[in-house]
């Protein structure tokens, strides 16, 4: 079955799309919905008694004007009003029905009723719906899926967030089939039926946007536990997956806990009903979805074991189950308008998870992996033909706007407010927010009331950070003067390389940092840059200083800083703040990449910076860092994060480059690295069961794993037939010993994080060992379909010549499965996002690529719009690669735009040609 929106692309080429502007409150509204759900693997029955009233807020409105209820690929069977059945015609009480709409037309009348009763019964094949929204099936499981608009392919609904309802469902099955039958609110009924079937039926006291309805029907394993609030209400705790997989769900029930204990303790927000539920389904589109008290997971965020999870899986899990649950107030409670404030309920909860995790681990290790995460995926989008403001002005179709800007970024504007009133006032502003919006469909624009009110700060200014797309870029400039002993500060703010009208208001967290390496902390402060240009000064500053800006990620902004080398030096060995430590060993290496790929078009010899290489090498002696921290520090930038300061990506050189500085660093420091190796791995052997998996041990297995790395790069540049390079130090050992390493590592393993990691090492060389792993790895967890997307990923991220054959093989595996959205991102999009290999130096084979890609895409666009979306999203930065390369994709794009494409396919294909 096809969705409608692609039936629709057929008559409508090029969908309209929707405005903010244009928003406008609806006629009716539907206070009370009583569902009955028959379910049957054939069809499904869906019976809905609709309480529909007037909208009191809606002014100069007809007495009646038309209900309109959406609906798509529904069956109607029947359909009354006010008890009275109705049939098609042409009298005011009759009603019309088209492929997305069901309109009753309602006789005017002087006395028009306070209410009435809509009935309808439709029939529904989940089955078939395999783009995975409104209700279909994940194996053999029936869920649902409703955010943002999938309400419409169960039942007629007046489907968008401002319509708040109560909701009552009753589900009736077959029980030895779906013994287990769950719904949003708390069970209030249940029984049997005739004809070995039984009914459960489910009352939400709390009003809810239908996008939240959610239910479940299975045969399922459970864990159950107990969470006793601080006004001594005793929560029933359950976590549902696949029987056989209950084990794998401890870590999330912990998580769990730890949350509601952490959103009582700082925000003091308490769980409002008796049962709390998560259920784990392997075809999910999403991560997870908070539907109020039925959580529904994608199976990677729940089911995590030693054998199975690597340590940042488990904190991913971590992250998710608390986003999904803070949602619960931020979201559900009080929810969006409209879809255009997506951010209000989003951007808000990841700074509740981000604070969460940071509070459970070491806050400057989760903001390092928050930014970072930022510049792999915001920043791009922020510089492509999708770029957005966090709340956007128009779409046409919300699914593509469910975006990192709108998480990751929105919740950088969320920190900001945080900064600026304090985190004291913030706390207050949420308080103020829930007295206020409890139960409401609000705005960014209440949000920013409640802020206000509880501050005492104009934040109107600061309002712009919600229309404004593109990343915003300071640059500063700075002086000394030693016979004032003074230090001048001017600052300059741009988008996209334009200079700004209307400035934004941004929040400089700053500090001096005086030539002992001491911080001048009566000048460390956070300064509001209010105006496109400003100028701070400084007195009493006796010797030249050096300044630590945007201190901690303050701001989500491009900074342009005229530090020397030996200033980033400096940074990185004395900044107290240890995320501009880490950022300027960053910066440092991307100005000494973008300098050797200078020098290699001038056809001279690259060589390193030495106090670059004795700075790295002092990192890697300090004994005083975090494990973990030092991990991340002595990690060279990402090449997607390099190729954000190229205006023109060249990934093939930043990627040699790269990577030939980190052949010298480890030929340098190739006895530390071996030793430090050793240690570590000694260390976490005499480790005992129960602290294989605790923060220590993970710290541990960071730094281990990443000095793995530096010894493989030149075990592999070494063992290449071509290689030239027998300068190293480590002459006393061979290159094949450290592959044996490697290989020992992966073979003899007692976690996953150090199984996958000697993996993806072995993935690159070019030897039979390569495929003893994969083999090793496959017939190992064959029978597991999460843990074997790692085997997916692994194959799909070589940098061997053979990457892409493999891939077209690996499509072939009876554990390939295309209709399955994480295998299809472990497998497709991981290749395409593999720049090396998926942008070809040989443009022949890049073509192949582009093209094999576009195949997939035009595939799976039939079944899955949101996954095909997601595919077709690599094309986006393509205007930045070379001529030849921008010929190409664009080739394959007008073959694309020439398609009956979904809708959300369309849109990205043609922001791409046009934008």
Known sequence: ??????????????????????????????????????????????????????????????????????????????????????????????????????????????????????????????????????????????????EPEGMRKITYFIDRPDIMSRFTTMIIADKDKYPLLLSNGNEVAKGDLEGGRHYVTW??????????????????????????TRSNKNIDLRIYCDKGNESRCHSAMIALKHAMEWDENVFGLEYDLDIYMIVAVDSFNMGAMENKGLNIFNS??????????????????????????????????????????????????VFRDQEFSSTLNSRSVERIGNVTR??????????????????????????????????????????????LIGMDNFRKGITKYFETFDGQAVTTEDFIFAMEKASNFDLSQFKRWYSRAGTPHVTVNYQYDPKKQTFTLKTKQQTNGD????????PLSFALIASDGKELSAHSKVLHLNSAENTFTFKNIKSKPIPSINRNFSAPIKLTVPYSTEDLIFIMA????????????????IKIIKDLMEEKKANTSPKLHQGYVDAFGKLLDDDHLDNTFKAMILTLPNISIIANDFNIIDYHAIHETREFIKRELSKKYYQKFYKLYHHLNDEL????????????????????NVSLNYLMVNALHNSQPNSQDNTQENT????????????????????????????????????????????????????????LLKWFMVQANSKLPDTTERIKLLMKNPKFDILVPNIVRSLILVWANNHIIFHNKDHSLAEENYKFLTDLVLKIDKDNPSMAAALVSIFNNYKRLDQNRQELIAGQLKRLIGSNLSKNTYEIVYKNLNN
């Not at 179709?397 to 709108?406: Q, R």
């Not at 004395?574 to 290496?589: V, Y």
Request: net charge neutral.
């Open 499 to 506: 200079d700004i009208k209307e400035p934004l208001l941004i």
């Open 374 to 419: 930022l510049r792999l995926s915001q920043f791009p989008e922020d510089a492509g033909p999708m770029s957005h403001p966090i709340r956007p002005s128009s779409y046409i179709e919300i699914n593509n706007f469910y975006t990192s800007t709108v998480y990751n970024k929105g919740s950088e504007v969320i920190r900001m407010i945080a900064t």
């Open 203 to 228: 009352k939400d006291p709390f009003p809810k946007p239908c996008y939240l309805f959610a239910l479940v029907a299975g045969d399922l394993g459970v864990i159950k536990d107990r969470y006793i």
């Open 574 to 589: 004395n900044d107290s703040d240890d995320f501009n430590r880490f950022e300027a060993m960053q910066s440092l290496t």
């Open 685 to 704: 052997a005499n480790k005992k069961d129960i602290e294989i998996l605790d923060q220590h041990s993970a710290s541990l297995r960071a730094l281990k």
């Open 732 to 787: 006393h050992e061979s290159s094949q010993e450290i592959i044996d390493l490697c290989s020992k590592q992966f073979f003899h393993a007692n976690n996953m994080t150090d199984r996958l990691y000697a993996m993806m090492e072995l993935a690159d060389v070019d030897r039979e060992i390569r495929f003893s792993s994969f083999s090793f790895f496959y017939d190992r967890f064959k029978d597991d379909q999460l843990t």
């Open 300 to 349: 990677k965020y729940v089911l995590a074991n030693q054998e199975t999870a690597t340590d940042n899986e488990f904190k991913a899990i971590e992250a998710v189950i608390g986003h999904e649950y803070f949602h619960n107030w931020t979201g559900n409670r009080v929810t969006c308008r409209d879809w255009f404030q997506l951010t209000l309920k989003e951007g808000l909860t």
């Open 1 to 146: 079955m096809n969705s409608n929106s692609k039936s629709k692309s057929k008559s409508n080429p090029n969908p309209e799309p929707i405005y903010l502007k244009n928003y406008s409150a609806p006629d009716y509204l539907i206070p009370r919905v009583d569902l009955c759900f028959e379910l049957d693997d054939n069809k499904t029955l869906v019976h809905a008694r609709l309480k529909i009233i007037k909208n009191p807020k809606k002014k100069n409105q007809k007495i009646n004007p038309p209900l309109i209820l959406n609906g798509q690929n529904l069956k109607l069977q029947k359909i009354s009003l006010n008890g009275k059945k109705l049939s098609k015609g042409k009298d005011g009480s009759a009603y019309q029905i088209s492929d997305d709409k069901l309109i009753i037309e309602l006789k005017e009348s002087k006395k028009s009723k306070d209410f009435f009763i809509v009935e309808t019964l439709v029939e529904i094949d989940p089955p078939s719906n395999k783009t995975l929204e409104g209700l279909y099936k994940s194996g053999t499981i029936f869920c649902t899926q409703n």
